[in-house]
């Protein structure tokens, strides 16, 4: 992240409209209210899947905590795409669609061989669409198994956990549509 404490204010923000407790949040996502404090604060910066938990439990798409004005355009300049990427994750998740008022989200993600989008399978609301652009992907949904290559599609219901897996020798590149927006 290039701003901690922009994503932390964000999330703090977002916390207190819904009423909840530091420790109402921290309870949801297996973490101490210590930890989410530091978050806030700017202090800790949160892997993939914690800030996805974070997004979850307060119910938010990811991009949430990156879009801070309404934006009504409809062309979305290459450089001036909203990008979430994970130190130490290899992996950059980037929107394509304008901001998360829509009825649908689209994402671009880069995966490095051997990168994974979350520790374990995670769910949300709604369906998605994925195509792969470049790799080979691993899917998991629900208690089946996929392999794609580039120019494989999948669609599948997210309420289903999820996980994707960057497989072979080079980086796996995928869009991802999702309605609503709540990746």
């Not at 130490?88 to 649908?104: A, I, K, Q, V, Y």
């Not at 990168?115 to 609301?125: G, V």
Request: glycine share 4%; net charge neutral.
């Amino acid at each position: 992240m290039s701003n901690n404490k922009m994503l932390g204010q964000r999330i703090r923000n977002k916390r207190k409209s819904k009423s909840m407790s530091l420790n109402d949040v921290a309870q949801k996502i297996n973490k101490t209210s210590s930890y989410l404090s530091q978050v806030e604060r700017g202090l800790a910066e949160p892997s993939i899947t914690a800030l996805r938990e974070i997004a979850r439990a307060l119910e938010v798409p990811i991009f949430y905590f990156l879009i801070e004005e309404e934006s009504h355009n409809a062309v979305v300049r290459k450089e001036q795409r909203r990008i979430l990427n994970f130190p130490g994750s290899h992996l950059t998740f980037e929107l394509l669609s304008p901001d998360l008022n829509r009825d649908m989200e689209v994402i671009e993600a880069c995966m490095e061989p051997g990168a994974e989008t979350s520790e374990e399978p995670l769910n949300h609301l709604g369906e998605e669409c994925t195509i792969v652009l470049a790799g080979k992907m691993h899917i998991i949904i629900g208690d089946k198994e996929y392999k794609l290559k580039k120019g494989d599609s999948i669609y599948y219901k997210a309420s289903l956990p999820h996980k994707i897996k960057s497989i072979g020798s080079e980086e796996l590149r995928f869009i991802s549509a999702i309605t609503p927006p709540n990746f």
